[in-house]
């Protein structure tokens, strides 16, 4: 039988803690997976478009379908949704459809949160969040959830949107929240995210300071990219998957030859994070799908956790 869960019921079940193990289990194992080129789709004669995603790691195969439907919001629905399909690896046949549009925000921002766990500074205390969308609170969040941050600062092109989410992201961490500009936010953070759907860089690369931690979380399509160029010259670069991230991620515009290190290699000791105090780092999150098959099985097991207790 198919196992079915709803976005209601996925939402329900998601949280942090899950999101974060499920990241973790899926950034450790992404040496022992496949995951296969992205597929980038467009609804004829509309803004609507989507992207599957797609692998196979020891017992989970399938995909991720994202979709972005921009006229949603006119109907008060959510512009993003995410569908996981979870596929039986004795048969081929579907095992479990799994929509998980808020698990999918948990997801992202814990893969910022593993990154921030490992590279940032032990002494970093402020955080910078560039870009005042949805996704951007989820992200505060999950930061302050692995570090004692004392500041978050964000900053974004509309002065009202980023004081609405400062004050509520204060009210959801308890954290000091405020917003800035992005060059003031950049120059005072010791921990940065950016949360954007930019073309151009957000920032210039003389605004970081040393010993500053950056996670790009927003570049997962070609042309797009948050960060300066000129950053590269400076910093060591982390990433998911290497090869996505050449192709979709951030990295597509960082130089041919530089070295990348996978966060999996970090978390399994076989690669080295931060040596230093004055080291930048920079973690590129293009997102793959283990990522999501891990969240999606971590989710049914939640609920089949639940029945068993009731």
Sequence with gaps: MVIVMTEERSASLVSE?????????????VGGSTPFPVVVGFVAGTQNRFT???GSASGLSGAKIGSFWPNNAAAGLPRHSSTVI????STGRVAAVVEAGAGNAYRTAA????AVEILARRDARILAVLGTGNQARYEARAVARVRPIDEILIAGRNRAAAEALAARVHVETGVRARAAGVEEACGEADIIATVTTAREPLFDAEWIRPGTHVSAMGADGPGKQELPSGLYASARLFCDVIDQSRSIGEFQHAPHGVAITTLGDVLNGVGVGRTGDEEITVFDSSGFALQDLTLADALISRADNERTRT
Excluded: F, G
């Design 86 to 89: 979870l596929l039986d690896e």
């Design 17 to 29: 803690e899950l999101a974060l193990e499920a990241a973790r289990l899926a950034l450790t194992s």
């Design 52 to 54: 599957i995603k797609s």
């Design 111 to 114: 893969a910022d949160a593993v």
